[in-house]
């Protein structure tokens, strides 16, 4: 079935050092793809999205590309800050914008001074 | 931007009591979803909701959960006997233009 893969975490930086965060998800039909942020005790906030392929999502410093020959959607940022410390879901939906997201298990990222 | 809102934030019930979680999706909108969140896990889909019918459901909802829409505003997540490992954040959700979702802040069931 439909499925989103994460790296594990938690992925540790210094600040100013350069972040990826790996997913992949399953190529059945034509998801749209996301980037989920969660602070420590909020909610979950878009980060980022991309809704077909090759499309880059970007916000905040973050970028996601939507890359459909290696069915992968990895999150990157140039320069993390320490404020950037959070978990980072990866999630994605099919064609339909009502459809159920699928989330991948979170990726807590933390970010030393 | 067009915001979801939960209530409460926070509940504290006893093991076989009913709970009742609040949601206000964004407004005119006929599609809402419920996700469910054990502490340090996933994001789980729960249940779909449109035009006040179930859409979809997962292997979670079971018989002890349910849904409605009381007033037209409102949408509410019911489970009516609860268990220790009902206890996680759930969260609302509303999708918006161009595939988002907007999530509300979620509600901390504790069962004790």
Redesign the interface.
Known sequence: GDSVTQMEGPVTLSEEAFLTINCTYTATGYP?L?W?VQYPG?????LL?A?KADDKGSNKGFEATYRKETTSFHLEKGSVQVSDSAVY?C?R?TSY??D???????TRLQVFP | EPEVTQTPSHQVTQMGQEVILRCVPISNHLYFYWYRQILGQKVEFLVSFYNNEISEKSEIFDDQFSVERPDGSNFTLKIRSTKLEDSAMYFCASPTANYGYTFGSGTRLTVV
């Open positions: 749209s996301f989920y909020e909610g979950l906030q878009l999205k809704t879901f999630a939906s914008n009502t159920k997201l699928i989330f991948g298990t979170g």
